[in-house]
């Protein structure tokens, strides 16, 4: 094989991963196993049931198809404010990407379907669908306007209700805490973006932030009523105080980017914040999961950094 060759099929499989936004589907995993958690509590680290592993595949499949889609349904936007992406370069062929995504949405739903059998909860079923729907409601209508962030927040709390309801929950009202938590969230985060290639209105960035920080709070309401159940073995040990004082460090990391892009207003300032938002989104899933699970799980779930990180240095998470 020639070096020019060589070269572009390179080109064209970075092209693949940028398209895919790859290190962002780490924060899928993350959300359908804090889910799992947070009904299953295992009492050790061991292999999840073969439910879990079929309930990941259709989240990381119905992300890719999100990715991919969005960029088919904006070619021509793209090529005026994105041109750097893979589709106004032409390094991929539209109806190719298409064909792609359409393909993993199809292997999304398939999927939930698996895991629904494979656990005994039909609920999987319905939200691998309801997920998929979202997906490409987002995507083909509703990005532009103003459900849109309501929508793609819809499409994170569904992600984490995939581990939910794979482990036979949720069962506490409660339990919908963490899951309108980080749907609110990333609402905070669909809005801060909403105008990141151009220069963002300062009030608009700043009521983005309000958002993102009222559904971290929300999400923080499961381990406090936690504590009233009982608490945990961790909890125990550690209390209270401790988690909130991560979980303060860890709204604090966020709001400190936003506040930067705040002030600077700047598309790269604004960006950054949005890339360490949804990398954040790893830690606070982990630290959702510490209360109930302890370390080892915590641990587990932070790991899913390693491949963020690493794929970020190559691929763009926005």
């Not at 995993?29 to 299953?40: C, E, H, P």
């Not at 390094?91 to 939930?112: E, K, M, N, R, S």
């Not at 945990?232 to 209390?239: E, I, T, Y």
């Amino acid at each position: 094989m020639s070096t020019a060759v060589a070269q572009q099929r390179g080109s064209v499989v970075v092209a693949w991963l940028r398209l895919l936004r790859l290190p962002n589907h780490a924060t899928a995993v993350a959300d359908v196993l804090a889910g799992w958690l947070v009904i299953a509590r295992p009492e050790s680290v061991a292999a999840p049931p073969a439910a879990f592993w079929a309930v990941a595949a259709a989240s990381l499949l119905l992300y890719a198809a999100g990715m991919v889609l969005n960029d088919v349904f904006d070619q021509e936007l793209d090529a005026v404010e994105r041109p750097e992406r893979p589709l106004p370069r032409g390094q991929i062929a539209p109806a190719t990407a298409a064909f792609v995504g359409w393909l993993t949405a199809a292997g999304g739903v398939a999927a939930g379907i698996t895991a629904a059998v494979l656990s005994g909860h039909p609920a999987v079923a319905g939200v691998a669908a309801a997920l998929a729907a979202a997906v490409y409601l987002y995507d083909r209508h509703a990005k532009p306007t103003a459900a849109g962030p309501l929508v793609m927040g819809s499409c994170r709390s569904l992600n984490w209700l995939l581990g939910m309801t794979a482990a036979g929950g949720p069962n506490e009202a409660a339990e919908w805490l963490p899951v309108a938590g980080m749907g609110i969230y990333v609402v905070g985060i669909t809005l801060f973006a909403r105008y990141e290639a151009t220069l963002s209105s300062r009030r608009w960035l700043v009521m983005s932030t309000a958002v993102m920080v009222c559904g971290l709070a929300i999400a923080a309401g499961y381990t406090v009523w936690l504590v009233g159940q009982g608490g945990s073995l961790w909890l125990a040990r550690a209390g209270l105080d401790n988690w909130l004082l991560l979980w303060g460090v860890l709204t604090a990391s966020v709001v400190y980017r936003c506040v930067m892009g705040i002030i600077s207003r700047q598309p790269v300032l604004v960006q950054r914040a949005v890339g360490n938002a949804i990398m954040s989104i790893i830690t606070l899933d982990a630290a959702l999961v510490l209360a109930p699970c302890g370390e080892s799980w915590a641990i587990v779930s932070f790991m899913l950094l390693i491949p963020f990180l690493a794929g970020r240095r190559l691929i763009p998470p926005t």
